[in-house]
């Protein structure tokens, strides 16, 4: 198909790619690859979809530099873009340029750019399967390196030119003008009362099992804290309730993840086991809808912990606060064996 289609196939390839694994289609495309390295010592596909992570990267950059004054998504942006230049594309696309929509779909075009021009040089291969981004490049065979880098650029130009000029959702630009014209006021109310007023916000464990600090997860992501501080229990049966008292913000397409939001602001994300994005939501039976008010004792949802497990993914249900710049202090007052609903977290949080 690729010697056929040459940059056509390389824009197809790159723009679908994360569609599919948000689905867990992308899991089909294992074999093939293996196939393609057994019989000619690389695959010509991985260079191709390394684009789509790359077209977020650009997305990225464009609303970092639109939307300055949101600085609950700049500092988003700015932990999640290390590790996107890297090939790890989760917390560039699950917390910033999904939930915002129209940024996902803008980079998904700059990702089938990179791929059209990979496709076009053609004949860029990978030794091997597994890293993206700028670590792939190590692996890249027949000296087709250069290849790669410009379809890297590339990607990483269309995704930042296509959002920059399409893919600003008008609630954003909104909160952008919004925040112009009251930024001398807040300042100024700042100075006059010489402190920002707070308010305490109690989380707790999302289920039975065992509570445990965010650095002994196993994933980098949440060990790291990309995603914000928080915690996760290590799950003994599959009933899920909410961390907080807020409103659900968001259920993701694959229902592995829901967002909630405090009364103050405060941006709470249940995510529901590590890697299972790639499981297209058949374990989660998710109980809540969005806009609904929820509290530690609402249901959440009814998740099956035998199939994920099946399937080779972890269980840990995640709590991560994702807009840290309205946290003045937090404690983790509770780790180990625990019951649903127990306090487990205090957060002193900033008020609007």
């Known amino acids: 198909m690729l010697g056929v289609g040459g ?4 824009f197809v390839l790159g723009t679908l790619f994360l569609p599919m694994v948000m689905f867990g289609l992308h899991q089909i ?13 690389k695959t010509l596909l991985l260079p191709i979809l390394a684009m789509a992570g790359a077209g977020q990267v650009g997305a990225a950059l464009a609303l970092w530099v639109r939307c300055k004054k949101d600085k609950e998504l700049t500092e988003m942006i700015k932990g999640a873009l290390p590790v996107g230049i890297l090939g790890i594309g989760e917390p560039l696309i699950y917390g910033v340029t999904l939930p915002l929509g129209r940024p996902f779909i803008t980079a998904c075009i700059g990702g089938g750019i990179g791929g059209a021009v990979v496709g076009m040089i053609g004949n860029v291969g990978a030794i091997a ?3 993206s981004g700028a670590a792939l490049i190590p692996l890249i065979s027949d000296g087709k390196w250069l290849g790669y880098v410009l379809g890297l650029l590339t990607a990483y130009a269309g995704g930042f ?3 920059f000029f399409f893919g ?9 003008e919004l925040a112009e014209e009251t930024a001398t006021e807040m300042t100024s109310m700042t100075e006059n009362t010489g402190a920002v007023s707070t308010s305490e916000i ?9 509570v445990k600090s965010l650095e002994k997860a196993s994933d980098p992501v949440f060990a790291q804290k990309m995603m914000g ?3 996760f229990v290590e799950p003994i049966n599959g009933q899920i309730y909410s961390p907080v008292s807020g409103t659900i913000s968001s259920v993701f397409p694959t229902k592995h993840a829901i967002g909630i939001t405090t009364s103050n602001g405060l941006e709470v994300l249940l995510h529901m086991g590590i890697n299972t994005v790639d499981l297209g939501g058949a374990p989660f039976e998710v109980k809540v809808s969005e806009g609904q008010l929820v509290t530690p004792d609402t249901l959440v949802a009814q998740v099956d912990l035998k199939a994920i497990k099946a399937a080779g993914k972890e269980t840990s249900m995640m ?14 007052e509770k780790t180990g064996e625990t019951k649903a609903k127990a306090k487990v977290m205090v957060v002193e949080a900033t008020k609007n």
């Open 7 to 10: 940059a056509f196939s390389g």
């Open 29 to 41: 495309l294992t074999p093939i690859h293996v196939q393609m390295i057994d019989e000619t010592g």
């Open 129 to 131: 399967i597994g890293p």
């Open 161 to 163: 030119l296509a959002t």
């Open 168 to 176: 600003i959702p008008k609630e954003q630009l909104a909160k952008e």
């Open 202 to 210: 109690s989380l707790a464990a999302v289920a039975d099992g065992v």
């Open 229 to 231: 501080e928080g915690y």
């Open 319 to 332: 709590v991560l606060i994702t807009n840290m710049e309205k946290v003045k202090n937090f404690v983790l």
